[in-house]
Nanobody, 122 residues
Framework: QVQLMESGGGLVQAGGSLRLSCAAS????????MAWYRQAPGKQRELVAR???????NYADSMKGRFTISMDNAKNTVYLQMNSLKPEDTAVYYC????????????????WGQGTQVTVSS
C-alpha cells in the first residue's frame, strides 16, 4: 500500500504563488513517475506536470514558464511551484504516482492523492 499526502493548496490572488507538496509513503521500491493533475469544475482532469525517473520533466503548454515540478528522491516527495497564478488555474490539484514494491520491483502501480484545492482570485 502507498499513501500520498498532499499539502500547500489555498487561496491566493492573481499573480501570486503557491507551492504544492506530495509525499509518498508505504511499501515503495521504486518510483517511476510523480505528477500533478488538476480538475476544474465541469472540466476533465488534465495533466499539469510530471517528472519521470526523478529528473525528466514534462509540462502542459499553459503551465510552461510559470510552474516548476521538482522531486526530492530521498523524501519520495514531489513539489509544484506555481508562480504568476491566474484565475483559470483554480482547480483541485491531484498528486499522481507510479510506484513498484519490493515483491514485484518491475511492476508499477498507479496511485492518486485526495486532492488539494487551489483558488486564485481576480
Amino acid at each position: 500500500q502507498v499513501q500520498l499526502m498532499e499539502s500547500g493548496g489555498g487561496l491566493v490572488q492573481a499573480g501570486g504563488s503557491l507551492r504544492l507538496s506530495c509525499a509518498a509513503s508505504g511499501t515503495i521500491f521504486s518510483i517511476n513517475v510523480m505528477a500533478w493533475y488538476r480538475q476544474a469544475p465541469g472540466k476533465q482532469r488534465e495533466l499539469v506536470a510530471r517528472i519521470t525517473s526523478g529528473t525528466r520533466t514534462n509540462y502542459a503548454d499553459s503551465m510552461k514558464g510559470r510552474f516548476t515540478i521538482s522531486m526530492d528522491n530521498a523524501k519520495n516527495t514531489v513539489y509544484l511551484q506555481m508562480n504568476s497564478l491566474k484565475p483559470e488555474d483554480t482547480a483541485v490539484y491531484y498528486c499522481y504516482t507510479e510506484i513498484s514494491g519490493s515483491d514485484y520491483p518491475n511492476k508499477y502501480f498507479q496511485w492518486w492523492g485526495q486532492g488539494t484545492q487551489v483558488t486564485v482570485s481576480s
